[in-house]
């Protein structure tokens, strides 16, 4: 059996080349900060993978996504091994466009510091007097280019997102820079009302688009995982402070609160940390991983 190597690591995930697709893989790292940390978090990555599986299926309706199928038996043989099973998906290659789509529906972290701060989040000015954590009067779009390993990602404005795709695809810039705003707000919006039947409140996410070869704009990446957005339960929610999460946020705050950590969490942490992964996962799929 050929062995197989990654043509593209990120913090978290290994894509591998196959031809005209790609294969994703969500390994059981964990990144804070944009750190990978020491620690692997087990069954992390299937997590991952199943729940965007769930969400492309659901959202195919506003627009088409990259996933072909998570099943390994679709894939080459070097896949079939233990490792890669349940945390696999089959795509389609996409010219995916740098720029981060992320919707904040609610006001917090990053986005709350620049409030109280300027009265805006990323150049959008709110209404004042809003509380930590408070659901916003409509969700708002807040692009930022998309950065290499290492480097952080830049906020952007809307107009600034027009000039930073014309820059890369010529008399395109306006029209990309527009679906990409109209389908994050489409996809969140759905997907919100969606969790929030269940008793999730979904406060903010991020999605990424590519294009396929007839350059029509496609859902890539992952979706609405506990890695790119912040899941809130509904139980309990109360605007005025921070809430608890379903996220890494556990591990986001035990880091904050231990200097001399060298990027190690306590295993009681990375265990309370799938653990959240895992709930999150029932409640919106409805039936256990």
Not at 95 to 100: G, K, N, S
Request: glycine content about 8%; aromatic content about 10%; charged content about 30%.
């Amino acid at each position: 059996m050929q062995e197989l190597k990654p043509i593209k690591e990120g913090k978290v995930r290994e894509i591998y080349d196959n031809g005209d697709t790609l294969i994703m893989v969500a390994t059981d790292r964990i990144s804070c900060f944009d750190v990978i940390l020491n620690n692997q978090v087990t069954k992390k990555g299937t997590v991952l993978t199943q729940m965007s599986r769930f969400w492309f299926d659901l959202t195919k309706d506003i627009l088409p996504n990259h996933m072909i199928s998570t099943d390994t038996k679709d894939m080459p043989e070097f896949f079939r091994q233990p490792r890669f099973t349940g945390n696999s998906m089959l795509c389609r290659k996409l010219t995916m466009l740098p720029v981060e789509c992320i919707v904040r529906g609610y006001i917090t972290g990053s986005g709350w510091a620049s409030y109280v701060k300027t009265g805006k989040v990323c150049g959008i000015t709110l209404p004042e007097g809003l509380k930590e954590s408070e659901k916003l009067p409509e969700p708002i779009y807040t692009p930022s280019t998309k950065a290499e390993i290492g480097d952080h990602d830049e906020n952007i404005s809307f107009e600034q997102s027009v000039a930073y795709l014309e820059e890369r695809f010529p008399g395109k810039g306006q029209e990309y820079a527009e679906k990409l705003r109209d389908y994050t707000l489409a996809l969140y919006k759905k997907c919100a009302d969606y969790a929030a039947q269940r008793g999730i409140i979904i406060a903010d996410t991020k999605f990424e688009f590519g294009l396929d070869e007839e350059g029509n704009i496609v859902l890539g990446d992952e979706m609405l995982t506990p890695d790119s957005s912040r899941f809130w339960p509904a139980d309990g929610y109360e605007a005025g402070h921070s809430q608890p999460s379903f996220d890494k946020q556990f591990a986001r705050d035990w880091l904050k609160s231990h200097e001399g950590h060298n990027w190690q969490l306590p295993q009681e942490i990375v265990d309370k940390t799938i653990e959240k992964y895992l709930q999150a996962y029932e409640l919106l799929t409805g039936k256990p991983l």
